[in-house]
Structure formats: structure tokens, C-alpha cells
């Protein structure tokens, strides 16, 4: 199926990581993908489900801390028993658990119960 629609990609012109100003233009039909105004429907496509709210997490102090060396960094790391590394840019205090929600999945139910 063909379409007379096409969508082109949102970054028309881009800055990369290495600060050299791309040009580029491409449509989903130039990776072999179909438009169709079906497709592109969202508001009819969401209708019906569950409501979302994502609540933020609110800070309630952040802390810029500075180490003298790296045995005083790897002291810190084991006193507040979490791994850093060199990269380490931010952490929870305490730690956040991440993986909490990540094993739920929706399930959608049976009508009939066995």
C-alpha cells in the first residue's frame, strides 16, 4: 500500500557530538516503511487506555562533594555502599532501586475463569 503522504524526519538540520552541522532529510518510505493516515491516527490510537501520571521524584537536596584523592573517593563509595566509578556523575541516597518495576509487565486477563 501506497501513500501520497509522506513524514519527513523531525531533525531537517542537526549539530552532532563532534559540532559539525549535518544536512539530512529522510522519510519512513526510504526505509521501506508504509504511511498511512491510520497509522498516524494517535489520538484514536490511545483511546481507552489506562491513564498515566508520571509523578516526579522531587529532590530534596542535591550535594556537590569534592574528594582530595582516590582513596578518599573509593571511602566514600564503601561508606555509603554503593558502586562508583570514575564516571560517576550523580547518585540516590539512599540508593534507588531501579530494577523495582522493571520485571511488571500487563498481562491482559482471561474473560473466563478456569
Known amino acids: 500500500m501506497s501513500s501520497d503522504k509522506t513524514v519527513p ?5 542537526f549539530d552532532n557530538l563532534i559540532s559539525v552541522e549535518a544536512k539530512e532529510t529522510a522519510t519512513l518510505e526510504a526505509h521501506g516503511l508504509e504511511v498511512s493516515d491510520a497509522n498516524n491516527d494517535v489520538k484514536n490510537h490511545w483511546v481507552g487506555m489506562p491513564e498515566f501520571v508520571n509523578e516526579a521524584k522531587k529532590t530534596y537536596k542535591t550535594l556537590n562533594l569534592h574528594f582530595r584523592n582516590k582513596e578518599d573517593y573509593e571511602a566514600f563509595a564503601r561508606l555509603i555502599e554503593q558502586p562508583l566509578t570514575e564516571k ?11 530494577e523495582q518495576n522493571s520485571l511488571l509487565r500487563w498481562v491482559e486477563g482471561d474473560d473466563e475463569q478456569s
Open 9 to 13: 524526519n523531525t531533525l531537517e538540520t
Open 88 to 98: 560517576s556523575k550523580a547518585i540516590w541516597y539512599p540508593a534507588l532501586n531501579n
